[in-house]
């Protein structure tokens, strides 16, 4: 069990090797130590992904991270993050007594990167959504998903792979 808090919108999660940013919209962990554990695996990880390292994401959490936790070491293992309670659990044992708390559950998927897609109400309409702990906001791919959305504004974000971007943002539910 690994301590677990919600920071200015992101997961982050205490480590052995340190407090770490949970992605799961990354496929690969990086960062400023040569190595994370999580579970019973520990794996070797680089500084940086496509330019993108830990000064950049000290940006978006505002606080001392060591590295980003992506699904290269989340898919390997059960996982289940208990906001409410604080924890992170990994391992075969991460989903006992689980008992109607609001949690997320990660389960391995042969060791290949998914992203964590489910089923979803947007603006009263079912659609397919993909979990990203790492953004601050969803994105939409279908447009009129959100055609009778409020619109909220501009916000700018950054993708290792897109870089930096504006878009327009709105108020769905």
Known sequence: MYPLTLI????????PEGRVMIDTGCPYSFGEVPRLTVGARVKDIPSALS????????????????????????????VLFDVPAGVMR?????????????????SPRSGAWHPLEFDALVQGR??????????QVGYAYVAALLADAPA??????YNPHHGQFSTET???R
């Open 152 to 157: 909220a504004g501009r916000f700018d974000d």
């Open 8 to 15: 200015a919108g992101h997961l982050l999660v205490d480590l």
């Open 51 to 78: 330019g993108f390292n830990m000064a950049h994401v000290r940006k978006l959490v505002h606080g001392p991270v060591v590295a980003l936790l992506g699904m290269d070491l989340l898919d390997a293992q059960p």
């Open 126 to 135: 079912r659609a397919a959504v993909l979990l990203d702990t790492g953004a």
């Open 90 to 106: 990994v391992g075969a044992l991460a989903l006992d007594d689980v008992h109607g708390s609001p949690w997320l559950r990660l």
């Open 170 to 172: 709105c108020a769905a």
